[in-house]
C-alpha cells in the first residue's frame, strides 16, 4: 500500500505523524485486517463500509466523498442513515470535491483601481463548460482497498477531458481511512483550474457553542506551516491572495482544519503539476486546491495533473501542528487607500473583487450584543459576520463614528426617497444559522431624523438551507419621523435553520442601528 510514510521528512506534517506515532501502535495498526466495501443506498448515495462500520458517504450527485468516521472506532461509524437533507450544514466529518472547475480566476481579487480582467478559459456565455456531468464508476473491492474512477464530461467542449481516479484505503500512521485522488485534465486552452475542494462539518458554523474548527493550516514550499484563523473580512487581504507565495502548497504538503477534539481532515498535495494554490470561499471556508495559471503558449492542448491523499489527522497531532505554525503574512498597509470602504460609489459587492489591504469593517455576532464600536480584528479566530458599511460620510450606508446608543459607533442609512429602500447586507462571514422550533429574540436601537415613509427597521430573514424550507421575515421597527434611540424587538420560533440580517431605511431621511442582538429566548 502506497502509505504517506513513502515521503521524506523535510515535509512537516509527514514528520510529525512519524514522530508522534508509538511503535507498538503502529505495529498493531499494520495489522488491522480491513473489510472494505461499497453499499449502495439509491441513485445518488453509496455508503463507505468498514466490515459493519459506516465510515464514509459517496454523492453521485456532487461527485463528494465524506469521511464521516475517519479513524476506525469512531462513534460516527455507528451512522446507518444518509443525513436528510444531505448537504453542506449536514455533513459530519471531512468532505472532498473530486471534480474540475474551470474558468477559476487566477486571483479571486484584483489591486485597487484597476480593471478587472477578463474571466480565464470558459467564456461567460458558456455556463455549462464550467462545471461538468460527472459520472462515478464503482471498481471492485479487493477487502484492503475500494477503488473509484469519475468521468467529466464539458456539453459544450468536447475537446475538454477530464476526470478523477480514487483509491480508499487505511494508513496505520495516522490511523485514518484515506482517499488517493489522482486528477488528469487536457484542455484546449489555459483555462484556471480546480481539481479539488475540501471542506468540513461545523466549519462554517456562526455559532460558537458548535464551531468545530477555527484554524486553516497549509504548508508553503518554503517549509512553513502557515496559519490563517478562521475570519470573516482578512480572507480580502493581499497575503490571503498571494498565489505565488503566502497561499501555496508545496508537493507533499497539506492543507487542513484544526483542532476539533475528533477528527482533523487535510488534503496532503503529493504532487501536481502546475503547482497547487488555494483559495477560501468567504462563507463556507472550504479551500479551493487549484494550479498555477500557465502562460497562452498557441499549444493545442495543456495539461494539468494532481496527486493528492485526504485523510485525517488526530487531535495530538493537530495539536502539534497548530502550535508548530505561524500566522499568514496578511500584507496589510495602513498607508493604501482601499477604495471598497473610501469611494461613495462602492458596494459590499465589489469586496469579492479588490484586494484590501486593511480592511476594517463593523461585526455581527449571534448570541451576544454586536455593538459595532470596533472594527472586526484581523488576526484572530473570530465566529462572526461583516457587515460591509462604507467609511465615507456621503455615502448611503456609513458607519457613523460621532453617533451611538452605548458608545460612539452605529450604522448609518440615508434614504433615497418615497418608495425605495436601503438596506445593509452581511457580505463576509457564514451565513446565520437557526436551529428549527427554538424560541429566538431579535433585537436593537434605532434612531430617526425626518424619517418619512415607512421609515427604519431591522428584518431577519429565515431562507433555509434546504431548497423546500419555508421561508419568512421577521421585522422589529418601524421608527419614523424624529426620534431618539428607541428599542425594538420581537421572539418568534425559528422554522429553517439558516438566515439573512438586514437593517433598512424605506423612504426619505438618516437612521442609525446600534446594539444589536439575536440570541435564544
Not at 430617526?448 to 424550507?469: K, Y
Request: charged share 25%; glycine share 8%.
Amino acid at each position: 500500500m502506497d502509505v504517506i510514510t513513502d515521503l521524506t521528512t523535510e515535509h512537516q506534517l509527514t514528520a510529525l505523524l512519524n514522530q508522534m506515532v508509538i511503535p507498538e501502535d503502529l505495529q498493531v495498526r499494520a495489522q488491522r485486517e480491513l473489510h472494505l466495501a461499497f453499499q449502495e443506498v439509491d441513485e445518488r448515495f453509496v455508503w463507505i463500509l468498514d466490515g459493519d462500520a459506516h465510515i464514509g458517504i459517496i454523492d453521485r450527485m456532487r461527485s463528494t466523498l465524506e469521511l464521516i468516521a475517519p479513524h476506525p472506532g469512531d462513534a460516527a461509524a455507528q451512522l446507518s442513515e444518509i443525513p436528510k437533507p444531505y448537504h453542506t450544514p449536514t455533513y459530519i466529518g471531512g468532505r472532498i470535491v473530486m471534480q474540475w472547475q474551470l474558468d477559476t480566476p487566477k486571483n479571486g481579487r484584483i489591486e485597487p483601481g484597476t480593471d478587472r480582467p477578463a474571466p480565464i478559459g470558459v467564456l461567460e456565455d458558456n455556463p455549462q463548460a464550467k462545471r461538468p456531468h460527472s459520472t462515478i464508476v464503482l471498481g471492485d473491492t479487493t477487502g484492503m482497498e475500494l477503488f473509484l474512477c469519475i468521468d467529466h464530461e464539458w456539453p459544450d467542449d468536447n475537446r475538454i477531458a477530464g476526470g478523477h481516479e480514487v483509491t480508499i484505503g487505511y494508513d496505520p500512521v495516522p490511523d485514518s481511512y484515506f482517499a488517493d485522488v489522482r486528477a488528469y485534465l487536457t484542455a484546449p486552452e489555459p483555462y484556471g483550474t480546480e481539481y479539488c475542494n475540501l471542506y468540513a462539518g461545523g466549519l462554517y458554523d456562526d455559532r460558537p457553542q458548535t464551531k468545530r474548527y477555527q484554524d486553516t493550516i497549509w504548508q508553503n514550499p518554503d517549509g512553513r506551516m502557515i496559519r490563517w484563523p478562521q475570519n470573516p473580512v482578512s480572507y480580502m487581504t493581499p497575503g490571503m491572495n498571494d498565489e505565488q507565495g503566502e497561499r501555496q502548497v508545496m508537493d507533499g504538503g497539506f492543507i487542513g482544519y484544526f483542532t476539533d477534539t475528533k477528527t482533523n481532515p487535510v488534503v496532503m498535495v503529493l504532487s501536481s503539476k502546475p503547482k497547487t494554490f488555494c483559495v477560501t470561499c468567504c462563507n463556507l471556508y472550504d479551500e479551493k486546491l487549484c494550479c498555477l495559471p500557465v502562460p497562452d503558449t498557441g499549444a493545442e492542448f495543456y495539461e494539468y495533473r494532481a496527486h493528492c491523499r485526504f485523510f485525517s489527522v488526530k487531535p495530538p497531532v493537530a495539536a502539534a501542528i497548530v502550535q508548530r505554525s505561524e500566522l499568514v503574512h496578511y500584507g496589510i498597509d495602513h498607508d493604501r487607500t482601499d477604495v471598497v470602504f473610501t469611494e461613495p460609489d462602492r458596494r459590499s459587492i465589489d469586496l469579492h473583487v479588490n484586494v484590501s489591504y486593511h480592511p476594517e469593517m463593523p461585526g455581527f455576532y449571534q448570541g451576544r450584543l454586536s455593538d459595532f464600536e470596533h472594527p472586526i480584528p484581523l488576526e484572530k479566530g473570530v465566529v462572526g459576520h461583516g457587515i460591509w458599511a462604507s467609511h465615507n460620510p456621503e455615502h448611503e450606508i456609513y458607519w457613523d463614528d460621532n453617533c451611538g446608543h452605548s458608545g460612539n459607533r452605529s450604522i448609518r442609512l440615508r434614504g433615497r426617497g418615497a418608495g425605495q429602500i436601503v438596506a445593509t447586507e452581511m457580505a463576509t462571514g457564514p451565513t446565520i444559522h437557526l436551529n428549527p422550533g427554538k424560541q429566538y429574540r431579535l433585537s436593537g436601537w434605532l434612531k430617526c431624523q425626518s424619517c418619512d415613509g415607512t421609515g427604519a427597521r431591522i428584518r431577519l430573514s429565515e431562507i433555509g438551507f434546504g431548497p423546500t424550507d419555508h421561508k419568512q421575515s421577521h421585522v422589529i421597527g418601524p421608527v419614523t419621523g424624529d426620534a431618539d434611540f428607541s428599542r425594538v424587538e420581537c421572539e418568534f420560533t425559528a422554522v429553517s435553520d439558516a438566515a439573512w440580517l438586514h437593517f433598512e431605511l424605506e423612504g426619505g431621511g438618516q437612521a442609525w442601528f446600534d446594539d444589536v442582538t439575536l440570541e435564544e429566548a
